[in-house]
């Protein structure tokens, strides 16, 4: 039997398998179909072999990295939620797909990367208590730092000149892009029926998090919870294909790991060189950091006595992690 292609994604959280969409849209599409996936749930995007997340480690296409380009793979490995389809029902997914990316997917990423509150009391508060010693005192920042670019490069400059107007007119979008997602599911099961399809992978990894995350600013995540039918429809794809992931990441992943193709532990037996290698990466980016943006300066004495010296360190007592 052929050894399993392996998938790399965010560890769990909120009561869902995975707090990343784009991993928790690959996980949730390969459970529609069956793929058969070895699944790591880390909290340490350098374990990727790619390193970033999500990863699929394939054996004749080496590693795929992006969410679409993963599921793409797995179409063409005969694993494809939509081959019942029909053309109509295709055209119908592309143009839902075209306007989540639009109208929904910048919002999401203002509610959980951009808005103050719901940033520091929760996104990063999770990512800084999942990810391992030294990695979480910075990567959470270099996340909220590509997200912030990300987000400029869909709204354009004009983000910046009027911020509170966009944002208002994106947050009543965003609303009316879920109306519109209720109307369209109504009262069936799946969007097409009773058999899911990619695009019900897609729409569950974008409303899931939202829905389930405890936000302390939850203007867009109110609307959502008005809608009946969407949250209904989230709790069933969990229920029947996810019954026993989510809860606390730290406790629940090793669990769904082993669930869905063995312990990382077994498995990886460098595992604890990897785990030596991330901290002194860590540590050395660190340092780096410190140095080059002049949070740490070394001080060197003058020649004589004085040169002899201890060599000291001068920290900036004002500067704070953001």
């Known amino acids: 039997m052929a050894a399993p292609m392996e998938?790399?994604?965010?560890?769990?959280?909120?009561?869902?398998?995975?707090?990343?969409?784009?991993?928790?849209?690959?996980?949730?599409?390969?459970?529609f179909t069956g793929a058969p996936l070895k699944v790591h749930r880390i909290a340490n995007p350098w374990r990727s072999p790619s390193g970033s997340l999500p990863a699929l480690k394939t054996k004749d296409e080496g590693v795929i990295s992006k969410m679409q380009q993963i599921?793409?793979?797995?179409?063409?490995?005969?694993?494809?939620?939509?081959?019942?389809?029909?053309?109509?029902?295709?055209?119908?997914?592309?143009?839902?797909?075209?306007?989540l990316e639009e109208k929904?997917?910048?919002?999401?990423?203002?509610?959980?990367?951009?808005?103050?509150?719901?940033?520091?009391?929760?996104?990063?508060?999770?990512?800084?208590?999942t990810i391992p010693f030294?990695?979480?005192?910075?990567?959470?920042?270099?996340?909220?730092?590509?997200?912030?670019?990300?987000?400029?490069?869909?709204?354009?400059?004009?983000y910046m000149e009027d911020e509170e107007k966009l944002e208002k007119e994106l947050y009543?979008?965003?609303?009316?892009?879920?109306?519109?997602?209720?109307?369209?599911?109504?009262?069936?099961?799946?969007?097409?029926?009773?058999?899911?399809?990619s695009l019900d992978?897609?729409?569950?990894?974008?409303?899931?998090?939202?829905?389930?995350a405890k936000l302390p600013n939850g203007k867009l995540q109110q609307h959502l919870k008005s809608l009946q039918n969407l949250c209904n429809y989230c709790a069933s794809i969990l229920s029947l294909y996810f019954p026993w992931d989510g809860g606390d990441p730290l406790a629940s992943?090793?669990?769904?790991?082993?669930?869905?193709?063995?312990?990382?532990?077994?498995?990886?037996?460098?595992?604890?060189?990897?785990?030596?290698?991330s901290v002194l990466l860590g540590l050395g980016a660190m340092l780096g950091y410190a140095f080059l943006s002049g949070i740490v300066s070394i001080q060197r004495g003058?020649?004589?006595?004085?040169?002899?010296?201890?060599?000291?360190?001068?920290?900036?007592?004002?500067?704070?992690?953001?």
């Open 7 to 31: 998938l790399f994604c965010w560890a769990g959280g909120w009561g869902l398998p995975s707090v990343d969409p784009d991993c928790l849209a690959v996980l949730t599409y390969a459970r």
């Open 71 to 99: 599921i793409t793979h797995l179409r063409k490995q005969k694993y494809n939620a939509d081959y019942d389809l029909s053309a109509k029902q295709g055209a119908d997914t592309l143009a839902f797909v075209s306007l």
């Open 104 to 129: 929904l997917l910048p919002v999401l990423i203002h509610t959980f990367w951009v808005d103050a509150k719901n940033y520091v009391e929760h996104t990063r508060k999770w990512y800084a208590e």
């Open 134 to 158: 030294p990695l979480n005192f910075f990567l959470p920042n270099c996340m909220h730092k590509q997200h912030l670019e990300r987000l400029q490069l869909m709204w354009g400059d004009g």
């Open 172 to 197: 009543r979008d965003a609303r009316e892009c879920l109306t519109l997602l209720s109307q369209r599911l109504g009262s069936q099961k799946f969007f097409f029926g009773d058999s899911p399809a």
């Open 201 to 212: 992978a897609f729409v569950f990894s974008r409303l899931a998090p939202l829905l389930k």
């Open 253 to 277: 992943a090793p669990r769904a790991a082993a669930a869905d193709g063995g312990s990382d532990a077994e498995d990886d037996p460098h595992k604890r060189r990897n785990q030596v290698l």
């Open 302 to 322: 003058t020649a004589g006595p004085a040169a002899r010296r201890p060599v000291t360190i001068e920290e900036d007592e004002d500067e704070e992690e953001e």
